[in-house]
């Protein structure tokens, strides 16, 4: 055991990368066999497909996300190549780029989405308590930042 953790705080910090990690796989796997979408790209037609004018610039997703910004330009380069997402220019400051979902990106979110909350319901949701639930909302608050 690390000097500068408790037991109890390796468990929480452990749990919490291990229950990240595994539901990341967990996901990846289930789109990629059903859809043939990473789990980071299913992601980003979420984030699009509840943004204002479902577009967001590249910038605000990397952030939203936690990607690089060049790694999600190159992301938003697979979804806009699969005609999901199109690229529009930042017209308003001439710096940076859109992501914009499209017609087909909507399809593509909205056919794959009952499957995934199932699976989230699964592998997640199901294994807690109410309870456990609203103090898992809670502590969240409590950790993320803007």
Known sequence: MDP??????????GGLLRTHAVLDQVMDADLRKHDGLRHVEF?????????????????????????????????????ETAGLVTREAAT?????????????????????????????????????TPEDIAALGRIWAKVTWP
């Open 92 to 128: 308003e400051d001439g710096r940076g780029a859109y992501a914009v979902l499209t017609g087909a990106g909507r399809d593509t979110f909205e056919r794959i989405k009952p499957r995934h909350i199932a699976l989230v319901r699964e592998r997640f949701l199901d294994r807690l």
């Open 43 to 79: 992601e980003v037609l979420l984030r699009l497909t509840y943004a204002p004018g479902t577009r967001m610039r590249i910038q605000e997703l990397a952030d939203a996300s936690l990607l690089s910004r060049s790694g999600t330009s190159r992301l938003v380069d697979r979804l």
């Open 4 to 13: 500068s953790f408790s037991a109890a705080e390796l468990d929480a910090w």
